[in-house]
């Protein structure tokens, strides 16, 4: 089953904006996919929150040519939460969609935070072997991907 998220805004706060997910109906299906907004991409597993909501994090990078820094970016963050059963929005309130520091009658359902203010990127120098060379030098890894590479460099010793 595909569900997405949604290009209609439902609530707009500051540098975050809100969207929901579709709600396709699954029936007679063996699990449910998820098309992230356009140019968004997931490095991640996702987390599973209370036995009902996977949630996980998306990016869309552009960082600058130029820029010497590679953790530098002018990039968007997506938080994403939906279903698990379904992929598709969740039945309750998920996000504090009009910042009032509570989930109250007066926020709305959505199932993607997009902040427009560059991306959360964690700078992490690692030592690494080259492949070509074989000498050990530090690279410097950057955001989720981060996570990613450690787990995988982890398990396969």
């Not at 199932?111 to 991306?119: H, P, R, V």
């Amino acid at each position: 089953m595909k569900q997405e998220v949604q290009t209609k805004v439902v609530a707009a706060n500051g540098n975050r904006t809100f969207y929901e997910a579709t709600r396709n109906p699954i029936e007679n299906q063996k699990g449910w996919q998820l098309a992230l907004p356009k140019g968004f991409i997931s490095i991640d597993d996702a987390y599973v929150r209370r036995n009902k909501v996977a949630q996980f994090f998306a990016f869309s990078n552009k960082a600058s040519e130029n820029s010497a820094n590679v953790c530098t970016s002018s990039g968007q963050s997506a938080l994403i939460e939906v279903s698990l059963f379904t992929g598709g929005l969740y039945s309750d309130k998920l996000f504090d969609t009009n910042n009032d520091k509570r989930f109250s009658e007066g926020d709305v359902q959505a199932s993607a935070m997009i902040t427009s203010e560059g991306l959360s990127l964690k700078r992490v120098n690692v030592k690494m072997q080259d492949a070509q060379s074989g000498k050990l030098g530090n690279k410097v890894l950057c955001g989720s991907a981060t996570a990613a590479i450690l787990r995988k460099s982890t398990s396969t010793r």
